[in-house]
Every structure is written in structure tokens, then in C-alpha cells.
């Protein structure tokens, strides 16, 4: 953390307010423990601060609530985790945790049981920037079980640093849900799906890619080859060329990407660049079968499945009732 006359402004007052919060927490934690406090007392209490602090928020029953959750779910759980700082007068806190906002941690606390958990995802938060509806949107998309879950040679392939990092960027399965394609959706109409909603692909790529193209043209010796989606990431400093199958993966798809990446390495990158990487996204994919397809290829790839949202058929589009009219139905009813 920063410190001197590199912290923010008004930051020593909202260490002494982090501070109070964590104390009282820790005396409602104890007096309920050795006196056995119950919901009464703990509201009462709530009820009392309010009043005798009018200016100060932060004291609802709700909030002291969180508080008492939140200091339990950082101190029982602390032996779980294996990176954790001293700090505020003794109480144990992961430091990811310490350098988000409360209405994070909040998110973190009520919606993950895994202390492990939270903390990569407060890490992650750190990291990227991410507002509160990001980091809720990445809980509920199981980020942590798909980040890194992907097939690759990358170490075998990339030095370790980079092998590390282009890992990390490839996630298993992807998340489509914002496409409303059928199972007998052809490529391209997934492709040009994804195209069409560009933001909210980039956003389950993951930080760093930026789109280059659709339909790559690339002639090699009067023959004519399309790369389905290109992508340049700035963390990697590489090209990224990704192949869409509505299907299983089938070994045959390692050697054309392998001839892809040979053509893109010769032909676009730039000698600052690093060797350009690839993804084959399938419906689906058996994980030895994918290994060895990979095995001895000398180019970076890696293999990952993707999940879609399934369509409505046509002839009930803008049939069915929105959800808010449900809601509003219902609401009538009660």
C-alpha cells in the first residue's frame, strides 16, 4: 500500500473509521459469544448507535450485521488462507480485502463461503478495476472454476513468464449466454453472434484483448484463408487467432490453427510482438484427446469448450409474457 504523501486524501480518516468498525465488530463478537447476545441485543445496540451518533452512518442493524459477519468470515477463516497481513490492531485481514470498498466485500461475504475464494476474487478486483456489478457479474459466471481451466501446450511452448500469463487468459468453458443461438446454430451465425455483441465478448475473453477482425483474409501462394476472429492482447503482446467449431473438438483442428499461427507470425506480427497464440472454442471437448493433438505442436493453443444460451423458436418470439409483467402479475395476485 501506499504511503507518505502518496495516499489519497482524506485516507487517515477512513483508516480511523475502519478501525472503530472493526473493533466494535470485535466486541459484538465477543459479548456474544461469553454473554450469548442474541438478534434483539445486536438491533437494540444498532438502534442506540444511530441515535447517539446521528452523523455517522454505517450503524444499522443490517450493516452491524455485516460487520459481525464479515470480522467472522476473516478471522475463524483466516487459517484457510495463505497470504494474509496484521493489521488493525491485531485482526488478521487478507490484503486484497483491505483495498476494496465495503459494498465489494459485502458481495464477496454473502455470496462466496470460500474464504479462499473471496480472496482471489478481491485479488482479481484489485487488478482489473473492477466495479461492484463486475465483480458480482464474475461471482455468478464461476470465474474462479473456469479461469485457467482451459487445454494448452503453452509450457511447452512460451517462456514461463508468458506461458503463465496466456494461461490464465484462457478459461473453460466460455460463457455465451448473452447469444440466443440453437444447438443447430452454423459458425458463422455464432461467429457473427459474437461480432454483433462485441462488448460482452470481449468481457468473457477476459482483460486485454482488443478485436482486430472478423474473416481475416490471408493468401498463401494463390489460395485463399479466412481466420474466424483476431485478436491482439495487450498484456501478452501477442496476436490471438481463435477458430470456432459448433462441435466436439477433432485433432485435425490442431494443424490448421498450427498453419494459421505460422501465417500470422510471418505476416503480422511485428518483431516487438510475441508469438502469436491460438484458441479452438468447440461446443465441446475430451480432454486426453485434446492433449494429444497438442502434444508435439510446436505453435501455442489451446482448447476450450463454450456454453449457449438456447433460442426461442421463431414463432413464439414476442409471444411470452416479459419477466416484468410476470412480476407485476404476480404483485396483483398477492
Known amino acids: 500500500m501506499s504511503t507518505g504523501s502518496t495516499l489519497p486524501a482524506g485516507y487517515r480518516e477512513f483508516l480511523e473509521d475502519v478501525k472503530s468498525r472493526i473493533r466494535s465488530t470485535q466486541v459484538i463478537v465477543e459479548r456474544q459469544k461469553r454473554e450469548g447476545w442474541g438478534k434483539a441485543v445486536v438491533e437494540r445496540l444498532a438502534a442506540d448507535l444511530q441515535t447517539e451518533f446521528p452523523g455517522v452512518g454505517g450503524f444499522s442493524a443490517g450493516n452491524v450485521w455485516r460487520m459481525r459477519a464479515f470480522y467472522l468470515a476473516y478471522t475463524e477463516g483466516a487459517s484457510n488462507l495463505s497470504r494474509t497481513v496484521t493489521d488493525l490492531d491485531g485482526v488478521n485481514l487478507p490484503q486484497a480485502l483491505a483495498r476494496i470498498p465495503w459494498g465489494h466485500n459485502q458481495e464477496l461475504l454473502f455470496k462466496l463461503q470460500d474464504p479462499v475464494q473471496r480472496l482471489w476474487y478481491a485479488k482479481m478486483a484489485v487488478e482489473h478495476g473492477w ?21 494448452t501446450n503453452f509450457k511447452s511452448t512460451l517462456p514461463p513468464a ?4 496466456a494461461r490464465q487468459a484462457i478459461k473453460d ?11 443447430d446454430a452454423r459458425e458463422k ?3 457473427q453472434g459474437l461480432v454483433d455483441h462485441i462488448q460482452r465478448f470481449l468481457l468473457e475473453l477476459g482483460v486485454g484483448f482488443a478485436f482486430v477482425g472478423r474473416q481475416v483474409h490471408l493468401q498463401v ?9 483476431l485478436f491482439y492482447h495487450l498484456r501478452l503482446r501477442c496476436f490471438v487467432v481463435i477458430e470456432l ?6 485433432p485435425e483442428y490442431a494443424g490448421k490453427m498450427n498453419f494459421y499461427l505460422s501465417a500470422v507470425d510471418d505476416r503480422l506480427r511485428h518483431k516487438e510482438d510475441h508469438p502469436s497464440i491460438g484458441m479452438i472454442l468447440c461446443r465441446s ?3 486426453l484427446i485434446a492433449e494429444y493433438a497438442l502434444r508435439d505442436t510446436h505453435k501455442p493453443i489451446g482448447v476450450s469448450a463454450y456454453k449457449l444460451t438456447k433460442a426461442l423458436p421463431e414463432k413464439l418470439r414476442g409471444t411470452l409474457p416479459a419477466v416484468s409483467d410476470l412480476e407485476m402479475e404476480l404483485k396483483v395476485r398477492g
Open 131 to 151: 466495479s461492484r456489478a463486475m465483480l458480482v457479474h464474475q461471482i455468478e459466471t464461476s470465474l474462479y472454476e473456469r479461469q485457467g481451466k482451459g487445454v
Open 162 to 165: 508468458q506461458s503463465d500469463l
Open 173 to 183: 468453458p466460455y460463457t455465451f449466454d448473452f447469444l440466443t443461438l440453437d444447438s
Open 189 to 191: 451465425e455464432l461467429e
Open 221 to 229: 501462394e494463390g489460395e485463399d484463408f479466412y481466420i474466424d476472429l
Open 245 to 250: 467449431k459448433n462441435g466436439p473438438f477433432k
Open 285 to 287: 471437448r475430451k480432454k
